[in-house]
């Protein structure tokens, strides 16, 4: 074995002489100019990020130090971060990026520290431009809880970039209870909003005062459409000290969104009464307990629900279809992704697309008809559904109202699925003895609901049958609600219907006689282009605009 590294020429003894002695390191000194409270600070157990770039900040304690006490620890309620933790141990945090600063006060503000629910969030200074705020929370390590931190108000007169809360749920259950109003006040604008949820169990006969959320002012249009985003919003009216159990609809709004300008985009999971345990289902029925959602804005762009929604409503006013303006300039695009049930859409200009991916009317409980000779309704296979659990139309309410100048693209897919066995006896039990054969049909689509519009439908998609409901066009639905005549204009729709029209018209500028559709009706210039598959069938059941009959009307009908 051969070497190549080669050997030093420094004599031996030479090479020994370097390690008779350490080597002197130079002398460190503690670095005392910088005072310690000025040093840099990477917090280690709540981090803050930047909510732009999405990297961990460097922060500076002289900013957790309260002015007004130069005295004190550091930690104050007030800064560019403020920090506290829950009786349960939830931990959180919120930071202000930019210009201005936060002040959080508790439901005990005299205790001297942050360790309850908090009773406002008030922003000061800040920049519609340059101002970010951001809250994280952080699950307590000694209880098992939902990781999330309750707050009654949250308060900027001065706009805001952007607020984004995670954790954080808008409720008044706060403890201890506080006499604050609870909502969210953002008088300057605010580009984009979201937090976690809005809890709103509202006991009448305490207060009857509705959640608010605010966005401008009435007087100073927003110059920024607004952005907001919400995990669930869970509305429940009720009277504890009533022993009646409800069962009439809420129809004034008791979480309330006034916008004072356009939205950009409005995302929420679910808008819906909230989970009741099974053995109290009784008396919290949903109809009865629901409270109502009011969306009020001057027009929306984007609109999406991705479950269910239940009691919601989009106005100007805060009673929809009040008035002949009460409805929102334009509503570009809508999507529900779970059913839709007691929904009103109030729009005096365009709808461009809206789609109802689980039909609009709960179908459940729902009976189509009457049996004559002993009176029964049917279909009998709806008896035994618990009371509670039916939805708006089984009350003989509206399952949905939606009202357009002009509708481009509609579409509603079934909310239900039917099932049913073979007539032939031959075909029922194909698989094996004992075991029936199912077949599965698209059940309920529109369920006593309506779709008025008071010029042309461009596209409108309909899977499922359709009950107690009607699609009509060249409609002036505030006439209508003003008792006067409500067919006026010429109109034109582009339909396919794939399912059967159950007490259901589809009409085109078609007046009926005496409140009957038949061929007796008076026919304007309205068309219908289309495909229609199904059976019409009239029980003598009223539509959702309070006639009666079935079918496809108008005086032009195109394939």
């Not at 460097?58 to 005295?71: D, E, F, K, R, T």
């Not at 200009?349 to 009176?375: K, M, V, W």
Request: glycine share 10%; aromatic share 8%; hydrophobic share 35%.
């Amino acid at each position: 074995m051969s070497f190549t590294r080669r050997r030093s020429d420094r004599p031996s003894v030479k090479r020994r002489a370097c390690a008779l002695a350490p080597e002197i390191l130079e002398q460190r000194e503690l670095l005392t100019g910088v005072p310690s409270y000025l040093a840099p600070w990477l917090p280690s157990d709540l981090s803050v990020y930047n909510p732009i770039t999405n990297q961990r900040e460097l922060l500076n304690p002289q900013s957790l130090i309260n002015p007004n006490n130069l005295n004190s620890s550091g930690l104050g309620n007030s800064g560019k971060v403020v920090t506290g933790t829950d009786r349960a141990g939830d931990r959180w945090t919120i930071t202000v990026h930019g210009p201005g600063k936060v002040i959080v006060t508790d439901t005990t503000p005299n205790d001297g520290v942050l360790g309850d629910s908090i009773n406002t969030i008030q922003l000061v200074g800040t920049s519609p431009k340059d101002t970010y705020v951001t809250g994280n929370v952080i699950t307590s390590p000694y209880e098992l809880t939902q990781g999330t931190i309750l707050f009654n108000e949250l308060i900027a007169t001065s706009g805001v970039k952007s607020i984004q809360l995670n954790g954080f749920t808008l409720t008044s259950n706060v403890t201890p209870p506080v006499t604050s109003p609870t909502g969210i006040f953002l008088y300057g604008g605010v580009g984009t909003l979201s937090f976690q949820d809005v809890q709103a169990p509202i006991d009448t006969s305490v207060s009857s005062t509705p959640y608010q959320i605010v966005i401008g002012e009435p007087n100073t249009p927003l110059k920024v459409k607004p952005s907001i985003y919400i995990d669930s919003i869970n509305n429940q009216v009720f009277d504890s000290q009533s022993t009646t159990i409800p069962s009439g609809p809420v129809t004034t709004p008791s979480v309330q969104f006034v916008i004072n300008g356009v939205i950009r985009n409005f995302n929420v999971v679910s808008v819906t009464q909230g989970t009741v345990p099974a053995a109290y289902q009784f008396e919290f029925p949903t109809v009865g307990t629901t409270g109502r959602t009011s969306i009020q804005a001057t027009a929306i762009d984007n609109l999406t629900v991705h479950g269910s929604a239940k009691n919601l409503t989009v106005s100007k006013a805060v009673q929809p279809f009040s008035a002949a303006g009460s409805g929102i300039d334009y509503l570009h695009n809508a999507y529900f992704g779970g059913n839709a049930d007691a929904v009103g859409i109030d729009v005096n200009g365009n709808i461009g697309s809206i789609i109802f991916n689980r039909g609009l009317g709960d179908p459940t409980g729902i009976f189509t008809a009457e049996q004559a000779s002993t009176g029964l309704l049917l279909p009998q296979t709806n008896y035994g559904t618990p009371v509670g659990t039916t939805g708006y139309p089984a009350s003989y309410l509206l399952g949905g109202t939606i009202k357009a100048n002009h509708i481009h693209s509609l579409v509603v897919k079934p909310a239900n699925v039917l099932v049913q066995t073979p007539s032939n006896p031959y075909f029922a039990q194909l698989y094996a003895q004992g075991y029936p054969t199912y077949i599965t049909n698209p059940g309920y689509s529109l369920t006593n609901a309506s779709v008025v519009v008071g010029g042309s439908i461009d596209q409108a998609a309909i899977f499922g049958t359709q009950l107690n409901s009607e699609i009509k066009t060249g409609y002036d639905y505030p006439s209508y609600v003003a008792g006067l005549e409500g067919t006026r204009a010429p109109s034109k729709i582009h339909v396919k219907s794939n399912g059967d029209l159950i007490n259901s018209v589809i009409s085109a500028t078609f007046r009926p006689i005496n409140n009957q559709y038949n061929t007796s009706g008076t026919a304007g210039p309205g068309t219908v282009v289309g495909g229609i598959s199904g059976t019409s069938y009239n029980t003598a059941a009223l539509t959702s605009l309070n006639n009666t009959g079935a079918g496809v009307f108008a005086r032009a009908r195109k394939k």
